[in-house]
């Protein structure tokens, strides 16, 4: 298979059918691909999702809303990732005007306070704990009194730790059942919470740099070690006048210092609050950064570079996910102009080599559990 072919292989969105009947999409770099989340399985055959207002946020494209759109009056999906948003906005154009259910790009604090009887969430414990406390908080506040949330969670991934936190903060929750280490647990809304259901980044120092992240972007916090293989392998004045693309910008560290270099920069992530911390973090610096919520290259039209900086991914949730760094590789390679550059680091373990062969020239470095490898359109 050609990069080319690789590239329009990730884009394709991939229609599924419910045992219901309900027509859903999913496409890698969604979580649980190539099937359906099993924590949203397991609420679909365990729980109650009668409700006037119905809170989609279990990250399965809007599988969940459209299953129950017949139980409520009306339905929110609510998504951060933009390979899901893909997903659900392809079932959601089938349904055209008969659609009781909405699409929106957001986390769960952004949702209106008390604007659900009924929040479904898959928490992303993969993100750590900041980032399920924080959309435990944000359900709760979008929640009215009395409501009900449902959270899928894994034994594996602190799923009791987190239960009880649950309890505490919603007042009353029970787990309804559990399967393949999976643990569904409703928590219905008893009380009011004690702090601001907000998810305020905290700000760390990286490369010299003040930023900050938003709870769950990649690295947020500190310097990831790939990343700082990267930049001290990149010739950062040579950028200078340069169109650069950062590919899977994170908190934008990458971008961010290509454009304080000179560099006209355009950065991309997947992960919506991966593309407010690069905005936000450009902004503190005065620094030019165009941050786009795209997946992989999908938002970023005919557009050429003169060079691409990228860590790429190789997980979705906890599932090694190598069709994803691929895409992130042949993405480079259509998106530079000949002679343009790609710099990327790896682990050492993951086979990016193929896939260079294309290319006209490229080289590896490696340093530790790492390798840079440097290509030439």
Request: aromatic share 6%; hydrophobic share 45%; glycine share 10%.
């Amino acid at each position: 298979m050609t990069l080319a072919d690789a590239l329009a292989r990730y884009h394709q969105l991939e229609p599924r059918t419910l045992p219901s009947g309900v027509r859903y999409a999913t496409k890698a770099g969604v979580r649980g691909y190539p099937e359906l989340h099993p924590g949203v399985q397991l609420m679909l055959r365990a729980a109650d999702l009668s409700a006037p207002r119905l809170l989609d946020a279990t990250g399965s494209g809007g599988a969940l809303a459209l299953a129950a759109r017949g139980e409520v009056e009306a339905a929110v999906v609510l998504e951060t990732s933009r390979a899901a948003l893909r997903c659900a906005a392809w079932a959601l154009e089938r349904l055209g005007t008969e659609a009781n259910v909405q699409l929106s790009a957001g986390a769960l604090w952004d949702a209106p306070p008390a604007a659900a009887e009924l929040v479904c969430a898959v928490p992303a414990t993969d993100r750590g704990g900041a980032r399920v406390r924080a959309e435990l908080r944000g359900a709760h506040a979008a929640l009215v009194e009395g409501g009900v949330a449902l959270f899928a969670m894994h034994k594996d991934q602190g799923a009791k730790r987190y239960e009880k936190e649950a309890a505490a903060l919603f007042g009353e929750a029970e787990v309804l059942a559990k399967a393949g280490g999976w643990r569904l647990l409703r928590a219905r809304k008893r009380r009011e919470a004690p702090e601001p259901r907000g998810a305020e980044p905290e700000p760390f120092e990286a490369a010299g740099l003040m930023l900050t992240a938003d709870p769950g972007v990649f690295a947020a916090g500190k310097l990831d070690p790939g990343t700082a293989r990267l930049l001290a392998a990149v010739d950062w004045p040579a950028l200078a006048g340069r169109r650069v693309l950062d590919l899977g910008c994170g908190y934008g560290l990458l971008a961010l210092t290509a454009a304080l270099a000179g560099a006209e920069v355009t950065a991309v992530d997947d992960d919506l609050l991966a593309v407010r911390s690069t905005h936000r973090n450009a902004e503190r610096y005065g620094a030019d950064v165009r941050a786009l919520h795209s997946d992989v290259d999908s938002e970023l039209q005919g557009e050429r570079f003169d060079a691409v900086l990228t860590n790429p991914p190789f997980h979705v949730g906890k599932r090694v996910a190598l069709e994803v760094p691929r895409a992130f590789l042949a993405a480079a390679h259509a998106r530079l102009e000949p002679g343009g550059t790609l710099s990327l680091v790896a682990n050492r373990a993951l086979p990016y080599e193929r896939d260079l062969a294309a290319w006209a020239w490229w080289e590896r470095a490696e340093e530790g559990a790492f390798k840079v490898l440097r290509a030439v359109r």
